[in-house]
């Protein structure tokens, strides 16, 4: 099993969430380290600015499911899926998280796509 770190449309009430919606729900939480998130209809996370901490939510998932989203994400010629450090309930946990090569669109200086306000 792997730990996925998820930040927008796979997240709880959007509509890439059937993906993952059958796989172990740690919990809500943050990157450890201060990204960039950018918005275009949909979430895009790059490495630098060092903006915010990203909000996103836990999930452990299987082999084949990192895999369909790997194939949904365009992985790895559209993101690039990466191990980062994450904290849930002030536990530390590393997890796969999708970054993006450059930024694209609008800065979401909250680091939660919730605040992106150009679907």
């Not at 890439?16 to 201060?34: D, P, Q, S, W």
């Amino acid at each position: 099993m792997e730990r996925l770190f998820v930040y927008g449309t796979l997240r709880r009430g959007y509509w890439n969430h059937g993906y993952i919606a059958h796989c172990r729900f740690i919990g809500k939480g943050l990157t450890k380290e201060k990204y960039a998130m950018f918005c275009n209809g949909i979430p895009f996370v790059c490495k630098e600015p060092k903006v915010s901490r990203i909000v996103g939510e836990l999930y452990e998932v299987d082999e084949k499911t990192l895999q369909a989203i790997d194939r949904l994400e365009g992985h790895p010629d559209w993101y690039i899926r990466e191990l980062t450090q994450v904290e849930v309930e002030g536990k530390t946990y590393t997890a796969w998280l999708y970054f993006c090569p450059e930024a694209k669109g609008v800065l979401i200086e909250s680091g939660d796509y919730r605040d992106c306000k150009n679907f």
